[in-house]
C-alpha cells in the first residue's frame, strides 16, 4: 500500500452525534404534543424512512437534488403516512438546523490534533452547507467538500466529489483514506480506488458485497494505519507524534 498523503473524514456520526439533538428536534417538531413515546417512535420511522433510505436510493437519481428537498419530500410521505397535521417544511427547516448543533464524539477533537501535525484532513460531508456551517469553526479542516456545493453525493456512480479531492490534492487514490461510517463512505470512495476504512462505533454488522478495507470502533485506532504511535497514546505518556 502506497503511503496515505491525505485524510478524508465524514462529518455526521462521524466527528458528531445528530442523535445528540434527538430529543431537541422532536419536542421542536412536536410541540405541546410532545412524549418521549412518540420521539422513539417518530425518530425510527424518520431513521429508516429518510435517513437510510438516502444511502439506498441516492445513487440511483438521475439529477442532483439538496438534504433539504430530499427531507421535506420524505416528511410529507411520513406525516401523509401517520395522518399527521403537522408541516413537513417546518419539520425539515429544524431537522436540518439542529444538525449544526450535534455534539462532538471524545476522540474527535484529539483525533484531529494529533493526526493534523502531519497531515492534511479535508472534510467530505453529504450535507446541505447549512447543516455543516455551524460545526466548521470547532475543526481545523484543510479543506471542505459538502455535496450541495459540488451537486453531487458520495455514492453516485462517476465519483464527482473523490475525484474533486483527488484532484485539489493532486495524489493518488491509494494515498487518500477516506473513514465515514455509511456504505456511501466506502461505496463511493472504493468506487475512485481510495483507501475506505469504516468506523462501526455501535458495532453493526456490514451487508454489502464490497467491503471496507479497514474496521474501526473509535478514530484514535485510526492512528496505526498512518505510522502514528497509537501506543503512547494508551499507555498515558506524551503525545509528541511528529
Not at 73 to 91: D, G, H, R
Not at 99 to 117: Q, R, T
Request: charged share 30%; net charge negative; aromatic share 12%.
Amino acid at each position: 500500500m502506497k503511503k496515505i498523503k491525505v485524510i478524508c473524514i465524514d462529518m455526521f456520526q462521524t466527528l458528531v452525534n445528530v442523535y445528540t439533538r434527538k430529543e431537541f428536534i422532536w419536542k421542536r417538531i412536536l410541540g405541546k404534543g410532545y412524549t418521549k413515546e412518540l420521539e422513539e417512535k417518530y425518530a425510527n420511522l424518520v431513521d429508516k424512512k429518510i435517513i437510510e433510505k438516502f444511502h439506498e436510493d441516492v445513487s440511483s437519481r438521475n439529477n442532483f437534488i439538496n438534504f433539504k428537498m430530499i427531507f421535506l419530500e420524505k416528511f410529507t410521505e411520513v406525516f401523509q403516512e401517520l395522518k399527521l397535521n403537522l408541516s413537513p417544511m417546518e419539520a425539515t427547516k429544524i431537522f436540518i438546523e439542529e444538525h449544526g448543533f450535534a455534539e462532538l464524539y471524545e476522540d474527535s477533537n484529539e483525533f484531529i490534533e494529533i493526526v493534523g501535525k502531519d497531515y492534511p484532513i479535508c472534510l467530505v460531508s453529504d450535507a446541505d452547507i447549512e447543516m455543516v456551517r455551524p460545526l466548521l469553526e470547532k475543526f481545523n479542516f484543510d479543506m471542505v467538500f459538502i455535496s450541495e456545493q459540488i451537486k453531487s453525493y458520495k455514492k453516485d456512480k462517476e465519483g464527482t466529489i473523490f475525484k474533486k479531492v483527488l484532484e485539489h490534492y493532486k495524489v493518488e487514490p491509494e494515498e487518500v483514506i477516506h473513514i465515514g461510517d455509511t456504505s456511501s463512505d466506502i461505496l463511493g470512495a472504493n468506487r475512485v480506488g481510495i483507501t475506505t476504512c469504516w468506523i462501526n462505533r455501535n458495532n453493526y454488522m456490514w451487508k454489502y458485497e464490497v467491503n471496507p478495507m479497514h474496521e474501526i470502533r473509535t478514530l484514535l485506532e485510526v492512528l496505526p494505519l498512518l505510522d502514528i504511535g497509537y501506543e503512547k497514546l494508551i499507555n498515558g505518556e506524551e503525545k509528541d507524534f511528529a
